[in-house]
């Protein structure tokens, strides 16, 4: 246990539903991440959080929406997905430079 | 180009055959290097940071260390238990990281 949570563990979606996926450190770290993870891919960073705002945003498309809260706290909103953003979503956090992921959603958009 | 690139892709081992996995770097102004051991369906795992070249860091049948240009996962009398995808990963800008393809190791009994 890493001390990053991530719910829910598997989901399954269609293309119209809207759901949400979370994620909770308590490691009292300053920077959390979204990142996507492709079969046979590199990991693919989508959002940074740092102190609760938004630091990078790495051209990704618009049906997926972060929301940071608070530091502890990081929301990735799901709407309207495609079948191809079926992957792991990882959450991770990190202080100063070590990165500590969380165990993924596995999602499938049907 | 600032980038982090492993190999081999994919590597098989018979138990207790030693090998090492790859890691090369072009990343200005280094901050550390990473490995994480990621196993299927699961987020990566922390292994080691190393800062320096020239360093070393030992954990079970792990050892890694530091070139100025790449890093080194040396896994000694390997174990069925060690198969897992191993990921290298450099910092870059403020936390933000460059991550390896990865290489998976499958180690047969």
């Known amino acids: 246990e890493t001390g990053v949570t991530q719910t829910p563990r598997h989901l399954v979606m269609g293309m119209t539903n809207k759901k949400s996926l979370k994620c909770e450190q308590h490691?009292?770290?300053?920077?959390m991440y979204w990142y996507k993870q492709s079969a046979k891919k590199p990991l693919e960073l989508m959002f940074v959080?740092?102190?609760?705002?938004?630091?990078e945003n790495n051209s990704v498309p618009s049906r997926f929406s972060p929301e940071c809260p608070n530091s502890s706290h990081l929301f990735l909103h799901l709407h309207t997905l495609q079948p191809e953003d079926s992957a792991l979503y990882l959450c991770?956090?990190?202080?100063?430079?070590?990165?500590?992921f969380g165990p993924g959603t596995r999602l499938t958009v049907l | 180009e600032d980038q982090v690139t492993q190999s081999p892709e994919a590597l098989r081992l018979q138990e207790g055959e030693s090998s090492s996995l790859n890691c090369s770097y072009t990343v200005s102004g280094l901050r550390g290097l990473f490995w994480y051991r990621q196993d299927p369906g699961k987020g990566p795992e922390f292994l080691f940071t190393l800062y320096s070249a020239g360093e070393e860091k030992e954990k079970e049948r792990l050892k890694a260390t530091l070139t100025k240009k790449e890093s080194f996962l040396h896994i000694t009398a390997p174990k069925p238990e060690d198969s897992a995808t191993y990921l290298c990963a450099a910092p870059y800008n403020f936390n933000k990281f460059y991550f390896g393809s990865g290489t998976k190791l499958n180690v047969k009994p």
């Open positions: 959080y740092n102190f609760k705002e938004q630091t």
């Open positions: 490691l009292g770290h300053n920077a």
């Open positions: 991770a956090s990190s202080h100063p430079d070590t990165q500590y």
